[in-house]
């Protein structure tokens, strides 16, 4: 059964440092990886996709890479921002032949706090 | 404007009442999603939908209901039978060929059932 596990569950930093989220999963059978960012009371925003094939996805300050084989994935956020505080969830989807077909399975997300 | 709308907001209901949350998308996506969010949690799968007319019971699907008649339209019944109803509830949807399967998600719905 694939489980999906993200380290820390909550950070705190000052503004301006560079830091890594953790996820990691534990069946390298995934068709792609997503991060996600949560605001509080809040729907879920998606950052960055990348499909299996891929080592790595860029957008603005951020980063993502994928190692499927160590099952591992890092979300590298540069420069950090009082309003990158948020939580930020990763999840795996399972590949098409699976059960429960194109659907997510999430971690427990990581509180980033980035104080001003 | 394109994206996945979810009403309402908030709900709040008795013990021993069926509710149905709304979730539309605009985006022709042919998959539909309903997740439930309780804190510490992360999201669980309650139930997903491929296809018009079809779905498929996910990982709590439990005390839930699901309907699929329009591509567009998702509803999420969540009925008496559902014994820890109290939760954020939130509706996504994906491509099935296409932009790697990228799902979107709504603004989800607070329940509350005292």
């Known amino acids: 059964k694939q489980e999906v596990t993200q380290i820390p569950a909550a950070l705190s930093v000052p503004e301006g440092e560079n830091l890594v989220l953790n996820c990691s999963f534990t069946?390298?059978?995934?068709?792609?990886l997503q991060w996600f960012r949560q605001d509080p009371g809040k729907g879920l925003t998606s950052l960055l996709l990348?499909?299996?094939?891929?080592r790595e996805q860029t957008s603005g300050r951020l980063n993502a890479s994928l190692d499927k084989s160590s099952g591992r994935s890092t979300l590298y956020i540069a420069a950090s921002q009082p309003g990158d505080s948020a939580t930020y969830l990763c999840?795996?989807?399972?590949?098409?032949?699976?059960?429960?077909?194109?659907?997510?399975?999430f971690g427990k997300g990581t509180t980033l706090s980035v104080s001003s | 404007d394109g994206g996945i709308t979810q009403s309402p907001k908030y709900l709040f209901r008795k013990e021993g009442q069926n509710v149905t949350l709304s979730c539309e998308q605009n985006?022709?996506?042919?998959?539909m999603y309903w997740y439930r969010q309780d804190p510490g949690q992360g999201l669980r799968l309650i139930y997903y939908?491929?296809?018009?007319?079809?779905?498929q019971k996910g990982d709590i699907a439990e005390g839930y209901s699901v309907s699929r008649e329009k591509k567009e339209s998702f509803p999420l019944t969540v009925t008496s039978a559902q014994k820890n109803p109290t939760a954020f509830y939130l509706c996504?949807?994906?491509?099935?060929?296409?932009?790697?399967?990228?799902?979107?998600f709504g603004p989800g719905t607070r329940l509350t059932v005292t």
């Open positions: 996504a949807s994906s491509a099935l060929a296409g932009a790697g399967y990228e799902q979107y």
């Open positions: 069946d390298s059978a995934i068709y792609n």
């Open positions: 990348i499909q299996s094939s891929q």
């Open positions: 999840a795996v989807r399972r590949p098409p032949y699976n059960q429960a077909g194109t659907a997510l399975i």
């Open positions: 985006l022709n996506h042919d998959a």
């Open positions: 939908s491929q296809i018009v007319n079809d779905f």
